[in-house]
């Protein structure tokens, strides 16, 4: 199959959960994806790795890929061939939960927001990971076709609070940011417009960032 056909599969078994993230929200943590595999046990079943393949994950470390089919591998074998044939045990549901979330953290779905922006965000962090951005919190990626119907790559980079008190101090850092992170996308995708939008870390909470800067709209470089 394909590195979309398993996103979609394991990102569809965890939508019919509580939770669903957004590019504006903040990403679940652990205990947030075990609670929310915690309200059903639909996802218990095979069909919620197929279409896995290590060979789709190259854009992954060594580490990482390996560690990724390991889980996939495990939650394989304890996956019921039969859902619903009977019931599943506690100590059964709550280790395949463990490894389900582990296969989620890896997917990061509050981060990429489909299997091409995984691919594609993973590639860009690589190459900014040889000099890292100062002042940057975090950056997620969404691909698709805009309204003309181009190819694009939506790119939303959060600032730090040490870089965003003021809105001239978050401005400056946003335009730097945009630059640099804007050379490498072309790079790395060249067949997408890329669309940016530059937010402070504070935005993604209501309480703390409330009376900070606004962010900048989306815009082509």
Known sequence: MSLEAFWKNVRGAYSRLEYDPG???????RARILADLGLDDAWFRKS??????????????EFERTRLAERVEQFKNAAPRAPGLQPNSREALDLAAETLADIIEVLDFGRYADAEALRLGKLIEGELASSPLEGVAEIR?????????????????????????????FLKQADSTRSIVDSVANDIAP???????????DDLSPLVGAGGPAGMPEERP
């Open 141 to 169: 990626f969404q691909t698709g076709l805009d309204h003309t119907g181009d190819a694009m790559i939506r790119i939303v980079v959060f600032i730090d609070s040490g870089h965003s008190q003021t809105d001239e101090q």
């Open 23 to 29: 590019m504006d929200r903040p990403a679940p943590t």
């Open 48 to 61: 919620t790795v197929a279409g896995f393949s290590i060979d789709d994950f190259g854009f992954l470390g």
């Open 191 to 201: 067949d997408r417009w890329p669309y940016y939008r530059m937010l402070s870390i």
